[in-house]
């Protein structure tokens, strides 16, 4: 049974830093993609960012480029989001989930396999 579990999340001050996790199980990350989403409350889910399996290529949105950090460390089955210079705005629930499509691309619809979500909460 496929699971992702994400966890790092917490209440941060504006300009500070997360790192989040995303293990997985019941799958190889080796033959997979991971993406990066989060969800504000009233707002539609955002594709964060994704890290292909075939070549570790990353892909960004633009609202965290420079900003966030994607990586992944195969022997833990693992994928972080290092998460720099946090602002209010990215207030949210944070998601991780897999594709088998190469190379991913930050479309939902092509996610399957979520994971519960980690609240990340940017306040003073």
């Known amino acids: 049974q496929v699971q992702l579990v994400e966890s790092g999340g917490g209440l941060v001050q504006p300009g500070g830093s997360l790192r989040l996790s995303c293990e997985a199980s019941?799958?190889?990350?080796?033959?997979?993609?991971i993406g990066w989403f989060r969800q504000a409350p009233g707002k539609e889910r955002e594709g964060l960012s994704c890290?292909?399996?075939?070549?570790?290529?990353?892909l960004y949105a633009d609202s965290v480029k420079g900003r966030f950090t994607i990586s992944r460390d195969i022997a833990k089955n693992t994928v972080y989001l290092r998460m720099n210079s946090l602002k209010p705005e990215d207030t949210a629930v944070y998601y991780c989930?897999?594709?088998?499509?190469?190379?991913?691309?930050?479309?939902?619809?092509?996610?399957?396999?979520w994971g519960q979500g980690t609240q990340v909460t940017v306040s003073s």
């Open positions: 989930a897999i594709t088998a499509i190469m190379p991913p691309l930050l479309d939902i619809d092509e996610y399957n396999h």
């Open positions: 019941g799958i190889t990350l080796d033959y997979y993609a």
């Open positions: 890290i292909s399996s075939s070549d570790d290529s990353t």
